[in-house]
């Protein structure tokens, strides 16, 4: 049973999804920054690697975006059904992803990209069914 | 664009995708045996993770972000996501096997959009090459 009304609910659910792909984008580019972790393993260890890794602002930010995504979601989730909530979620984060990686990240998101993003994304609604 | 993933590279992604799915799975039969958790007892959270299946789900996410973030410091995001999508497909198949839910025809056909989603990138280039500014010649 849904408890919200339709804005409500796809406020919350927009809300876990921007704050998903905050996450992700964070976190993607500050491992660009920080570098190929197997060369830093082979340099400087796992302590090092894993230093290197939470030593980096960016980083933390990204896994704060990740928190706040997830107690999102919890928020989200005792208002929505799960049903709902979950591959809408999911979907928007993945088509979000990949727009947000193109400008904030600069990749080529090529056609066989979109296309992949399209697909998981339709993949992840049909799983919910 | 490159396309340089060795089979280490590869297996890398592989360890993702198993840790993802097999970490979720585990965390799932776990809380199934603790049984529900009420928002006024939040405590029983805490009791769970003496579970050995949640505290073991608990190990493989771990596994999971460690071999995430190394393969986001040499792959594209737009690469990895989709890649790793193929843990949804594991985590079907396993609430199949060992879970013993029922998988709709629905789910199913989501299954086969994903592999195909997964298709789609796994053979293309890894890595978006940006060119050198001028005057930072190597």
């Known amino acids: 049973m849904t408890y919200a009304g339709p804005v409500e609910t796809w406020t919350t659910i927009v809300a876990v999804a921007v704050t998903a792909v905050a996450g992700d984008v964070l976190t993607a580019g500050a491992m660009r920054r920080i570098g190929d972790l197997d060369e830093i393993r082979a340099r400087s260890g796992l302590f090092g690697a894993i230093k290197a890794v939470t030593s980096s602002r960016m980083f933390l930010l990204g896994v704060l975006a990740m928190a706040l995504s997830f107690f999102s979601l919890l928020f989200t989730l005792s208002k929505v059904d799960v049903s709902l909530a979950a591959p809408a979620s999911a979907s928007l984060t993945f088509i979000g992803n990949a727009a947000a990686a193109k400008i904030f990240l600069h990749e080529n998101v090529d056609r066989r990209r979109w296309i992949a993003a399209l697909f998981v994304c339709a993949g992840v609604i049909l799983l919910s069914k | ?138």
């Not at chain 2, 890649?83 to 086969?112: D, K, N, P, Q």
């Open chain 2, 1 to 138: 664009m490159k396309h340089t993933l060795t089979p280490q590279r590869y297996l890398i992604l592989l360890v993702v995708v198993l840790t993802a799915s097999f970490g979720d799975v585990l965390l799932s039969h776990g809380m199934s045996q603790v049984g529900p958790v009420s928002v006024h007892d939040l405590g029983l959270l805490l009791t769970a993770l003496k579970n050995p299946w949640v505290m073991g789900g608990v190990v493989l996410l771990i596994g999971f972000f460690g071999s995430y973030l190394t393969a986001l410091s040499w792959a594209d995001l737009t690469f990895v996501l989709p890649s790793t999508a193929f843990s949804y497909v594991i985590v079907a198949l396993l609430s199949r096997v060992w879970l013993h839910e029922h998988v709709s025809t629905y789910r199913w056909l989501g299954i086969v959009m994903i592999v195909c989603g997964v298709g789609f990138v796994a053979n293309g280039p890894a890595l978006t090459e940006h060119p050198q500014p001028v005057g930072e010649t190597q």
